[in-house]
């Protein structure tokens, strides 16, 4: 199983949970609510937190880790393809607002960026990015499995060895 599924669903039960109790929480039924869609979906683990007004008034965590370790509400799950989503939300409303042109280079808006073929890296959009038709590919960066490094700049010149399997 995917490691975002248990944030997201997490998300998705506290906000089903607090729309149906609205005159306090009722922590067994959470608890069970989670047990039952955890075994119902196959979600090995996952970490709740329901927050009220900015607070957080219910926090849980429901079974194991893919280490076997039990989940606490501290546990920390990597958030992986939803990032995706944040992402093109943001670039998105950039655009709307016409501070982002999405058919341009990317080097426009990052002038370091840069592929293992400079003259393909000079022709990626930031459109081609968000649809996945920039011709990079985990196969052309195996930097991916070994880590990133934690900073835009880092991950930005960790890309000039990426190479491109196919500029569509």
């Known amino acids: 199983m995917h490691r975002a599924w248990p944030l997201l669903l997490a998300n998705v039960l506290?906000?089903?949970q607090l729309a149906a109790a609205q005159a306090g929480l009722d922590v067994a039924a959470v608890d069970a609510f989670v047990a039952a869609q955890m075994r119902a979906q196959g979600v090995p683990g996952l970490g709740l937190a329901v927050v009220r007004a900015g607070q957080v008034v219910y926090a849980q965590g429901y079974g194991r880790t893919g280490d076997g370790a039990s989940?606490?509400?501290?546990?920390?799950?990597l958030v992986a393809s939803l990032s995706k989503s944040f992402?093109?939300?943001a670039v998105l409303q950039l655009a709307q607002q016409g501070r982002l042109d999405l058919d341009a280079p990317v080097r426009r808006y990052l002038p370091g960026f840069t592929v293992a073929d400079p003259e393909v890296a000079g022709r990626i959009t930031v459109r081609q990015l968000l649809n996945h038709r920039s011709g990079l590919g985990d196969a052309g960066f195996r930097?991916?499995?070994t880590g990133f490094p934690r900073s835009l700049e880092g991950r930005v010149a960790a890309m000039a060895r990426a190479r491109p399997e196919t500029m569509k």
Not at 71 to 77: G, I, L, M, N
């Open 87 to 89: 992402t093109g939300l």
């Open 143 to 145: 930097d991916q499995r």
């Open 71 to 77: 989940v606490t509400p501290r546990t920390r799950f």
């Open 14 to 16: 506290a906000v089903g």
